[in-house]
């Protein structure tokens, strides 16, 4: 009887975070910031990443578009993010150790939007 409990629960908590997951996945990971993964549905803009290493850490700058609304942007790495271990700490940005990500979104028409993302020492 136990294990049959244990497989039911199993199998409703399994239901449960697929059924939780963002619609869109990632599809892989920014090529400057290999710890952020690209949402399904943008395409990262190498030529636009920026990089400095500094005595406080790290400043890196990349940026993504597709064609995704911003409020899918805002779902997908609302919900990846703090898996990742990243802490929210506003609408749009997010800390981790030491550092500070935060994200602009920009409707640039068409139902496309551009994505940028700023990596900073923690102030």
Aim: hydrophobic share 45%; aromatic share 8%; proline share 2%.
């Amino acid at each position: 009887m136990n294990t049959f409990r244990t497989c039911i629960s199993l199998s409703v908590f399994l239901g449960a975070l697929m059924l939780s997951t963002a619609s869109y996945a990632a599809d892989a990971f920014f090529t400057d910031l290999e710890e952020l993964p690209i949402m399904s549905g943008l395409v990262e803009n190498q030529a636009a990443a920026v990089t400095f290493e500094t005595a406080n850490g790290r400043i890196i700058e990349v940026e993504a578009s597709g064609t995704v609304s911003a409020e899918e942007v805002v779902e997908f790495y609302s919900e990846t993010l703090p898996q990742l271990g990243w802490e929210k700490v506003g609408d749009i940005a997010f800390q981790r150790d030491q550092e500070r990500l935060t994200l602009r979104i920009t409707d640039v028409g068409a139902g496309r939007v551009l994505v940028a993302f700023s990596l900073s020492p923690k102030s």
